[in-house]
């Protein structure tokens, strides 16, 4: 099993930043591909980004690309979202989510095996 806690949520002013944090514990073989998606209060759930604990490969959705980073420290085996220029729109459940398989497979299919709680994040005007 795997276990991930996430940290960092909040509430911004659209413009602000933030940075969640994951940590991966309990067997972190099944953490290759690890990363973000949200869920906004009547929308679907949806890709942020994720990436690969053995290239680093990264995958990121158009509407953040420019504005969201995700890396990741494998030593810690944490993934980590800092999230700049936010929006409102970006306001939603973030959950971590992790895979065995890669990550090409996985933001493919938006398939993942583990996931967080979430945090919260809310953009206000």
């Known amino acids: 099993q795997l276990q991930l806690v996430e940290s960092g949520g909040g509430s911004v002013q659209a413009g602000g930043s933030l940075r969640l944090s994951c940590a991966a514990s309990?067997?972190?073989?099944?953490?290759?591909?690890m990363g973000w998606f949200r869920q906004a209060p009547g929308k679907d759930r949806e890709g942020v980004a994720v990436?690969?604990?053995?290239?680093?490969?990264?995958y990121i959705a158009d509407s953040v690309k420019d504005r969201f980073t995700i890396s990741r420290d494998n030593a810690k085996n944490t993934v980590y979202l800092q999230m700049n220029n936010l929006k409102l729109e970006d306001s939603a459940m973030y959950y971590c989510?992790?895979?065995?398989?890669?990550?090409?497979?996985?933001?493919?299919?938006?398939?993942?095996?583990?996931w967080g709680k979430g945090p919260l994040v809310t953009i206000s005007s």
């Open positions: 989510a992790a895979r065995r398989a890669t990550c090409f497979e996985s933001w493919r299919t938006r398939v993942m095996d583990y």
């Open positions: 990436i690969s604990a053995s290239r680093g490969a990264t």
């Open positions: 309990g067997n972190t073989d099944s953490a290759n591909c």
